[in-house]
């Protein structure tokens, strides 16, 4: 019983870090900070996929020579979310290298790193009707 | 012994979940972006370590290398980036 | 050696194209020799396929033989005669009558894309005919792909090949829009991630057919809210790839900020996720008439946003952008009323939009070719300095709108039946009107570029029309006259594809 609290927590955190960056995404200003926000969602989503993949009193699913069949197919864990997460984290952060490489590139233009003065919809629309 | 085994199985993960929590927030709370850049570290390793004691030692392995090092290393290069006084020259583009 | 071999190469020789041109970009000659052989092969390949399943690795399902390798026991006991049998434990591609149809027309946008980009630079560019095809080939493995998990890989990547198509044109504004776009982005394919994690954990599978085989045989509970909110999770995916409303405004954007060969393939992904992810939602949700009314709701609301918002607009790209993301509109009724018919019409509007959209794309950028101004306001008289291309333009608008003997009339037409045929006459009626409003805003935009007085300040550039775009058009407007005369060509084998929605 006192073991499941490792998976319920886990969910917990996962459904905590996705809150903290979709409210940093949101109502942070500066744009790195909203970048961080954005990768900490991806972070969350992750945790939570490896958290379906996890038994209570298991072990990993790897598989070595002195193991018994029958018992290693009744503890390992579920090991197909584990192989999904590798491309999730991959992605992840290549993603976060092209979203800083673009803030970086907004900031040499416009020397600010402010989200309102930068992504704002009316100056972006003034620009384009001049 | 045994009440001792099952503090530390259950204190260990938990103490992983404030980690991964509180590092997220306090890395987005920070005036300084270099701390900031810095302080994501413990958000990625606290996540890889949790992966470790959820069975998945291998994307444990790539998180820490990731989220440890890699992601903090770019935001540091970034914000180093941007302490640079910006180019000033105005773009010119189509319309 | 079977035909079914060409199945992974429709992805694997775009990706092949795209490493070698990106590898071989210092070498002009050499980067253009790759691209004019990858872009022929876009469209050749898929006629080229046997119909079939392609098992990656070889692993088929159990009950076909899949393992050589005999298992242990214990897990013999347990698979042999359960479900267990019928899964496929690899990543499986489905290609079917469909598919096929879809796959040609995509590729020979794709490749029309390619020769024009190749035909306007002066020096071909690796790195931009690098992101041409590796939005080609996520765009095939959309379509083709059985496996959801495959589908957000592909997805990710055609988010960031968007950004850097757009990156890549000097239209202002286009860092930011990336930036925005890569933002939204993030959260979008966060959230299908999660609606896909969802379904992981309930069904313990990625593959559609497997998810799609234990929901309707009842071994998950298909009443699970845990399931509901796996489908609103995945709504919200198909929405920001496909900028149906809340992001029709930065879907517009995007295409706004593109050169015109790559908005041809950044539309073309809109259309393409809107059938493929719209497709797996109707599968595994098909059950649920929530989903389908929330896609009907926002389809229709896209339709009528799409069209009011391009009227007030001077910008002519605007006005195509806000009008290509309203015709998405039509597909998602296709595909939100889910009868075999509308399902049909929903991907028939997908494969001629695919085209007229390109097209469209095309004729308007060579305007902003001549111009070098995209201000309606102060345009006017073209029609003696590119007539033929003006003509195709014209045509172009005509087909969109939904005049007869173009394609999208047939689509649109199969469209209303469909909704009368389920029950909404109301819908017909709606999608009549707007059809007529699209076509006045077009006669108004055509008479204001092409046939009014020129203004004095107006500077026409005297570079004569690439032939190659020009070949283009007329091969647009080619297929335009084909699908809409013999429309039974690709409805028929569109057909296939929408029963498979409800196939087991």
Not at chain 1, 1 to 7: K, L, P, S, T, Y
Not at chain 3, 42 to 64: D, E, S
Not at chain 3, 376 to 381: E, Q, T, Y
Request: charged share 10%; with cysteine.
């Amino acid at each position: 019983m006192a073991i499941e609290i490792v998976q319920c927590g886990a969910l917990i955190t996962a459904a905590l870090l996705m809150i903290i960056g979709l409210v940093a995404l949101v109502y942070l200003d500066n744009v790195l900070k909203k970048i961080i926000g954005a990768a900490f969602i991806g972070d969350g989503v992750n945790l939570l996929i490896i958290a379906l993949g996890y038994r209570v009193n298991g072990i990993p699913y790897i598989f070595l020579q002195n193991m018994d069949v029958n018992s290693f197919l009744g503890q390992a864990s579920y090991p197909l979310p584990f192989a999904l997460v590798l491309t999730s984290i991959v992605i992840g952060a290549s993603t976060l290298a092209v979203m800083l490489a673009l803030a970086v590139v907004l900031y040499k233009r416009n020397g600010t790193l402010s989200a309102t003065a930068l992504l704002n919809d009316k100056k972006l629309g003034e620009e384009n009707n001049e | 012994m045994i009440d001792v085994n099952i503090l530390v199985q259950n204190a260990v993960p938990l103490a992983l979940y404030v980690f991964a929590i509180l590092g997220a927030i306090v890395a987005l709370m920070q005036k300084d972006l270099l701390k900031m850049a810095v302080l994501t570290s413990v958000s990625g390793f606290a996540v890889a370590a949790i992966f470790q004691v959820l069975l998945a030692p291998d994307v444990a392995l790539t998180q820490a290398v990731v989220g440890a090092a890699i992601i903090p290393t770019l935001v540091g290069l970034s914000v180093l980036k941007t302490r640079e006084p910006p180019v000033t020259e105005d773009v010119e583009g189509d319309s | 050696m079977d035909g079914t071999i060409f199945i992974p190469l429709m992805v694997v020789i775009p990706i092949i194209c795209a490493v070698l041109v990106n590898l071989l970009h210092e070498h002009s000659g050499v980067t253009k020799i790759f691209g004019y052989i990858g872009a022929i092969c876009l469209p050749i390949v898929p006629i080229l396929a046997v119909y079939g399943n392609h098992f990656f690795g070889g692993y088929q399902p159990l009950a076909n033989g899949g393992l050589t390798v005999a298992l242990p026991e214990a897990a013999n006991a347990i698979i042999s005669g359960s479900f267990l049998e019928l899964f496929h434990p690899a990543i499986t591609y489905a290609f079917g009558p469909g598919q096929q149809v879809i796959l040609f027309v995509l590729g020979l946008v794709a490749m029309c894309a390619v020769f024009i980009s190749i035909a306007e630079t002066k020096k071909t560019s690796g790195v931009y005919l690098y992101m041409l095809f590796m939005l080609s080939a996520a765009l095939m493995a959309f379509v083709l792909t059985d496996d959801i998990f495959n589908l957000y890989v592909f997805f990710e990547i055609a988010a960031l090949v968007q950004v850097g198509l757009i990156l890549v044109s000097r239209v202002r504004g286009n860092y930011e829009t990336g930036l925005k776009y890569m933002l939204l982005g993030e959260v979008g394919g966060s959230f299908m991630l999660l609606g896909i994690a969802l379904i992981l954990g309930l069904t313990g599978n990625v593959n559609i057919s497997d998810i799609v085989m234990m929901i309707h045989t009842g071994l998950v509970n298909p009443t699970n809210p845990v399931l509901l909110f796996a489908a609103g999770m995945l709504i919200y995916g198909w929405l920001y790839a496909t900028g149906l409303p809340p992001f029709n405004a930065i879907k517009s954007e995007i295409y706004s900020k593109g050169l015109p060969s790559g908005s041809m393939l950044l539309q073309s992904f809109s259309v393409i996720a809107c059938i493929s992810i719209g497709l797996v939602i109707i599968r595994i949700f098909g059950y649920l008439p929530t989903a389908q009314m929330a896609m009907l709701a926002v389809s229709v609301i896209a339709m009528i946003l799409g069209i009011c918002m391009a009227m007030v607009q001077d910008d002519y790209k605007r006005i195509i952008a806000y009008l290509a993301v309203g015709e998405l509109g039509y597909i998602g009724v296709g595909l939100g009323l889910a009868t075999p018919l509308s399902i049909t019409a929903g991907l028939f509007q997908a494969v001629n939009e695919l085209v007229v959209t390109s097209f469209l794309f095309i004729g308007f950028g060579l305007v902003l070719y001549k111009t070098r101004t995209s201000k309606i306001s102060k345009l006017g008289g073209l029609v003696e300095y590119m007539p033929v291309a003006a003509l195709l333009t014209v045509l172009a608008g005509f087909a969109m709108a939904g005049v007869p003997p173009f394609n999208v009339f047939q689509s649109k037409y199969l469209l209303c039946q469909a909704a009368i045929a389920a029950g909404i006459p109301e819908l017909a009626v709606i999608m009549i009107i707007l059809s007529i409003v699209t076509f006045l805003a077009f006669l108004k935009m055509a008479y204001a570029i092409f046939l009014r007085p020129k203004p004095d300040e107006l500077e026409v550039s005297s570079a004569s029309v690439p032939k190659t775009t020009m070949a283009v058009m007329i091969v647009f407007l080619i297929i335009c006259l084909i699908i809409g005369l013999f429309p039974g060509l690709v409805v028929d084998k569109l057909g296939v594809l929408a029963l498979t929605a409800f196939a087991l």
